[in-house]
């Protein structure tokens, strides 16, 4: 009796657990995006931002925030490291996609490379959130250019939000990760997910 009593508290006590996929193209800022994140939603440091070298592979961030346990998996944006992207559609929940908004002369770059990933079926009704990053620096544009460059008023297959953000100073990067899992929860994804994994 006890035993199935404690597992009844546990179930109802257990939080969710959703993988977010953090992409964009080289230097856009995706891993001082993760760090700053660790220093945010958790007590651990974050990794000092000049120590950060450009990511060959993966990164992966766990943390609990939210009222749910998140994963980031964080991707090498590399044109050579692209082709592993697709490796960890299925069991992505969400999707960041991260924007170096001082360099709108990659816009196009990252445009291709973040429809080819909202084209792979394996990615379909995967919310986005798409990081307008280094809002900080001299000659950042604002989010109305960006969501244009993007095509985000087009979408409506999605949710999705352009959020202008500093992975240096953490501005506007708490309430963009409470937004994707806030639309991860509503996401009728996050059950055909779940579902894939056990």
Not at 70 to 86: A, E, H, M, T, Y
Not at 129 to 158: H, R, T, W, Y
Not at 176 to 196: F, N, Q
Request: glycine share 10%; proline share 5%; net charge negative.
């Amino acid at each position: 009796m006890f035993t199935l009593f404690s597992g009844c508290i546990e179930h109802l006590c257990r939080k969710d657990q959703f993988h977010l996929l953090i992409l964009g193209v080289d230097k856009s800022g995706k891993t001082n995006v993760l760090e700053k994140l660790k220093q945010l939603l958790t007590d651990l440091p974050g990794m000092d931002p000049s120590q950060i070298m450009p990511t060959v592979g993966l990164n992966v961030g766990k943390m609990e925030a939210f009222n749910s346990q998140l994963v980031f998996w964080d991707l090498g944006g590399q044109p050579g490291l692209r082709s592993i992207w697709d490796k960890y559609y299925a069991e992505t929940h969400g999707l960041v996609f991260v924007v170096d908004a001082t360099d709108p002369e990659r816009f196009d770059e990252a445009k291709v490379a973040l429809d080819k990933a909202l084209g792979a079926r394996e990615l379909v009704g995967a919310p986005l959130l798409l990081i307008a990053n280094k809002q900080d620096a001299e000659g950042a544009v604002d989010m109305q250019e960006v969501s244009e460059a993007f095509g985000l008023g087009k979408m409506d297959s999605i949710p999705c939000i352009v959020q202008p953000a500093s992975a240096y100073t953490g501005q506007g990067l708490v309430d963009g990760i409470k937004w994707l899992v806030e639309a991860v929860k509503r996401s009728p994804r996050r059950y055909h997910v779940t579902a894939r994994r056990r």
